[in-house]
């Protein structure tokens, strides 16, 4: 991470597994990268593409900066639903996510995101969030 992501953990638990890393998450916006490796491939055989799954947690996990950068201290988000749609498969390189929050209104915030490979768009997804409020204890009050 650098100075231009103010998140409240360097890495979650999850996002360490896949491996992805913030370069940005302010205003709004956020953008990761995941390395292709061998063990985001969905098979040893045939295409050896990486995973859809590993393609939706680096999208969902962009998305989850770009809130994560307008929420106030006593607020967290969850997904609430993703869609994504696979344009491309990856082979190898590094991947890039890019993702913005479209609006956020009360308890509900709408973001989208597109995840690169080569210059190339691989992935679009579109997702609702449910934003809630902590109270002592870091216990759900909403």
Known sequence: MNDKVALREDHTPYQTVIGWDYTVAADGSAECTLAVREDLFNSRQALRAVHGGAIY?????????????LLGEDEWGATAEMRITYLLPVLDGTLSCQARVVRREG?????????LSHGQVVARATATWHIRQTGPGGRSKT
């Open 107 to 115: 308890k509900t915030a709408t973001l989208e995101a597109a995840v």
């Open 57 to 69: 947690s680096l999208a969902d996990g962009a998305m989850g900066g770009a809130l994560y950068s």
